[in-house]
């Protein structure tokens, strides 16, 4: 069975940094795209930032300049690094991910359970 587990979040005061992590365990053939999303209470889902298998990378507006997606493919994770982090980067932050498991034929989606990050003012 494949799954997404992150790690990371936390408290953080305004103008602080925090990592993200997120491994993929199972029995996994290969994975393509794989992103970080968030959810602000009230609000909906949005992408914060992707990164294909080949390493090309893709954010939210909000976030260029200050965050940064990488990943270790050897690994199986995906990393955010949150610098000068605002109030209004307070959400649950989610791992999400394409994956191949060698019990398919084809691709699925794939979420982990979600991170909080609180940033105060």
């Known amino acids: 069975q494949v799954q997404l587990v992150e790690s990371g979040g936390g408290l953080v005061q305004a103008g602080g940094s925090l990592r993200l992590s997120c491994a993929a365990s199972g029995r996994i053939f290969s994975i393509n795209d794989m992103g970080w999303f968030r959810q602000a209470p009230g609000k909906q889902r949005e992408l914060v930032a992707l990164?294909?298998?080949?390493?090309?990378?893709n954010y939210a507006d909000s976030v260029k300049g200050r965050f940064t997606i990488s990943r270790d493919n050897a690994k199986n994770t995906v990393y955010l690094q949150m610098n000068s982090l605002k109030p209004e980067d307070t959400a649950v932050y989610y791992c999400?991910?394409?994956?191949?498991?060698?019990?398919?034929?084809?691709?699925?989606?794939?979420w982990g359970q979600g991170t909080q990050v609180t940033v105060s003012s």
């Open positions: 990164i294909t298998s080949g390493g090309s990378t």
């Open positions: 999400n991910a394409d994956i191949w498991p060698t019990s398919s034929y084809r691709l699925h989606n794939y």
